[in-house]
């Protein structure tokens, strides 16, 4: 339960184990989960989790599309530095423009956000990334196959960690062509996974913090209507043949997603708050994401310090 989860943070805390130096048997992964601009509720539960200084009590983490975007800030410390991206109009705007989609461009252009605004105009800590003891799985659809795929053993260095992260949020139709990496090509992991829970629990995590871009109340997925499955038919026919299927089935996929997540025993879900907004994927609105950045932040907080783990955590001898 979710006492379980809190208590193992507690206790990794106060006695200030590493990932590789632990004194349990015990693995847990941050599950961040994916949505577009909905990442900015999880963006602000990264936040939570760094001023919390609760990074080195996990030995994971995984993300899918913006969640690996998110995953990436925390590893290098800079998530709430940086959070302020959300609600910036300049690097929202170039990052998403419906208009582009009139110029057959890409309405999400990950490729200048990875390539040029994390390494120009907001640098990212890859060198952080990669060296951070704490493993980062983002995760990825084959296009080919229409299977998750964790793109870990394929980050060797920042040029592969770029090009994971833009696999990661390779959305169909909104970002253009598929992404490719080590031989294969990928498109966004939301098609196959968008809680890269099962992942994480193959790899035999234990203990699960599952930060969510859906409040509790929000309906369930739907299969795709007709309309979208005629415009997409094209797209995935001509770039990921393979991940069609899997998009289609795509209320089932998460309905046993939201299954197995009620399900485990050892798993601490943070959403955003009932009454909080409903984002769209391409929301670009400055007072609507900033909004829920805060949402986050305060929903991560609170849900640590439900439990009474807040005073314990907060007294930390990692420096």
């Known amino acids: ?51 919390l200084g609760l990074l080195p009590a996990f030995d994971a983490v995984y993300g899918s599309s913006a969640g690996a975007l998110n995953g990436a800030w925390l590893l290098c410390g800079r998530a709430e530095s940086t959070m302020h991206a959300w609600w910036d109009r300049a690097i929202m705007g170039a990052t998403i423009a419906p208009v582009r989609a009139l110029r057959g461009r890409p309405v999400v252009d990950t490729g200048y956000l990875v390539h040029t605004i994390y390494t120009e105009v907001m640098p990212m800590g890859f060198r952080e990334v990669l060296g951070n003891a704490v493993e980062f799985h983002p995760i990825a659809t084959d296009a080919v196959t229409g299977e998750a795929v964790d793109l870990h053993d394929h980050i060797v260095d920042q040029t592969s960690l770029q090009a994971a992260l833009r696999a990661s949020t390779a959305m169909p139709l909104l970002a253009g062509k598929p992404v490719e990496l080590g031989g294969r090509t990928y498109v966004d992991a939301g098609v196959s996974e968008a809680v890269p829970f099962r992942t994480a629990v193959a790899q035999q995590a234990t203990h699960v913090v599952a930060l969510r871009t859906k409040r509790l109340d929000e309906p369930a997925a739907t299969p795709p209507s007709r309309g979208e499955r005629l415009v997409a038919s094209r797209w995935f026919a001509r770039h990921a043949r393979g991940a069609q299927a899997t998009w289609l089935r795509r209320d089932v996929i998460r309905a046993e997603e939201e299954r197995l997540l009620a399900t485990h025993p050892d798993t601490l879900q943070i959403r955003p708050p009932q009454g909080s907004a409903r984002i769209g994927r391409t929301e670009r609105g400055p007072d609507l994401l900033r909004a829920a950045v805060d949402a986050g932040i305060q929903a991560a907080t609170s849900a640590l310090s439900a439990a009474g783990a807040t005073p314990d955590l907060e007294e930390t001898p990692w420096t």
């Open 1 to 51: 339960m979710t006492d379980s989860v809190l208590q193992l943070l507690r206790d990794r805390k106060h006695h200030g184990s590493t990932p590789g130096h632990r004194d349990d048997d015990a693995r847990l992964a941050l599950v961040i989960e994916g949505g577009s601009s909905r990442g900015a509720y999880s963006s602000g539960m990264t936040v939570a989790i760094e001023r």
